[in-house]
């Protein structure tokens, strides 16, 4: 009873999502390597548990509950907590905090082949309320079919496979593109993969009731193909989105780069995306534009060092852009924890009146 | 004026959603919005004597909205990325017009 009553108060769920870095730096062609989603994000299999203690960091079990007890082969657990503190300074006001950003429970019951898989916790909020019980949320589940090779076909709640999956639900492409934090539509999708390429296709729904999320309303579609080169050191992708809602119908395209230099052990990471928004009422259109170019480095066993400008255009005809130049130090000194610091620069096109935000997070896995 | 900055700028899940409703404050579909924001049912023609909310119609100088866009003695609005000028302008010129529910 106890334990049920202080669950709710550990579950604070924000955005749990793949540490794209790791593709192609790790010995790693694809996100199922060490996901189970197909869009990466989320609970590991046993690949992915093993990488984190024997290449990620710098030891230490990545096993559930460290190796202490293994779930019947039929069901796979996890979990993803976050704290943070964060500085926000911007002339003439200093903002400092610290709130639980994420706790998320994941769980994924089945076989092989047929499975359902569903996440569990509660809107991260720096205030007390609302009260827990009405924060409490799944930001994904949903049942899928998976074949050996890795083909899929999946239904219920999740994003579609679509742009760079970062862990920072901030960033731009994932912020401004429909990607943010509970923006999860309902959908069903497809996606198969080959030695040196993957696809995947979508269709999506808006979520059924308001307190499920939040964010546009959409119905819509989604594709992405991905290409894999240079002895899988390089990969190239290509997607489209487009969403239509009661407000405005959103075609947008994009394109994916990745390149990894195994001399220099640096990781070159960028996308950039086209998108094209009409207005339902009023009539008009515009268009938008946002990308991400980013560079990452192992620069010892279980330190990785990185830096990334984020650029937001929301109407190509105004001088309006919004850009963002960080940079991380992420350190994993055992499986399970990594201490991650971002610093970020903020500002218009071209940082006039920048804002400056230093982020201290701790996350534990289970 | 909804599709366009208020949308993408502030109904994000943790602020202005209906999830959240941050300080009280709905501003996720147009007609919650413009009820809010202006004191007025969206598709009512503008009356004469607007109740003074966070928009003023036809006075951007009045109206709340256009201080806190630009953290005029309030913290500004969005906090973690504010408006760039041009997009505070463009809302300054919507009010200035009678702010029309669009």
């Known amino acids: 009873m106890r334990l049920a009553l202080a669950l709710p108060f550990l579950l604070v769920a924000s955005s749990a999502d793949a540490y794209p870095q790791f593709q192609l730096t790790t010995g790693t062609d694809r996100c199922i390597a060490c996901h189970f989603s197909p869009a990466g994000g989320g609970l590991l299999t046993d690949y992915g548990r093993d990488e984190a203690g024997s290449t990620i960091s710098r030891g230490g079990d990545g096993r559930f509950a460290h190796g202490a007890w293994t779930p019947p082969s039929w069901l796979q657990l996890g979990a993803d907590l976050r704290g943070v503190t964060f500085a926000k300074l911007r002339e003439p006001d200093t903002d400092v905090a610290a709130f639980p950003m994420q706790t998320d429970l994941y769980v994924r019951a089945g076989t092989p082949t047929y499975s359902f898989a569903m996440t569990l916790g509660s809107r991260s909020t720096r205030s007390p309320s609302p009260p827990i019980q009405e924060r409490l949320t799944s930001r994904e589940h949903y049942v899928m079919y998976e074949r050996e090779s890795g083909t899929y076909v999946r239904a219920g709640r999740f994003f579609p496979v679509y742009g760079i999956r970062s862990q920072d639900h901030t960033a731009y492409v994932r912020r401004y593109l429909g990607f943010h934090t509970l923006e999860e539509p309902y959908g069903v999708a497809a996606g198969t993969f080959d030695v040196a390429w993957e696809a995947h296709v979508s269709a999506f729904v808006p979520r059924p009731a308001d307190f499920l999320g939040s964010g546009v309303k959409a119905s819509g579609i989604a594709g992405y193909y991905e290409r894999r080169f240079l002895d899988d050191t390089a990969a190239f992708a290509t997607q489209a989105r487009v969403g239509v809602s009661e407000d405005d119908t959103r075609v947008a395209v994009g394109a994916i780069g990745k390149r990894f230099m195994p001399e220099a052990e640096l990781l070159l990471l960028g996308e950039v995306d086209l998108q094209r928004q009409s207005f339902a009422d009023v009539g008009g259109t515009r268009w938008q534009l946002a990308s991400y170019l980013a560079a990452s480095k192992f620069v010892a066993r279980g330190w990785m060092i990185g830096a990334a400008l984020h650029h937001w255009h929301p109407d190509l005809t105004l001088r309006s852009a919004r850009d963002a130049f960080e940079i991380n130090v992420q350190f994993f000194p055992r499986a399970h924890f990594e201490l991650h610091l971002l610093t970020r620069i903020t500002g218009e096109g071209d940082f006039d009146d920048p804002g400056l935000l230093s982020l201290l997070q701790l996350h534990y896995y289970l | ?102």
């Open chain 2, 1 to 102: 004026m909804h599709g366009a900055i208020l949308q993408p700028a502030c109904t994000t899940a943790g602020c202005h959603s209906k999830l959240t409703a941050l300080g009280g404050i709905d501003l996720s579909d147009r007609e919650g919005a413009y009820n809010v924001l202006t004191g007025h049912v969206c598709g009512d023609p503008p009356p004469g004597s607007a109740p003074r909310n966070y928009v003023t119609p036809g006075s951007a100088e009045y109206s709340t909205l256009i201080h806190q866009l630009r953290g005029e003695n309030r913290n500004v609005m969005p906090p973690d990325m504010p408006l760039p000028a041009v997009e505070i302008e463009l809302v300054g010129r919507w009010i200035d017009l009678g702010a029309a529910c669009d």
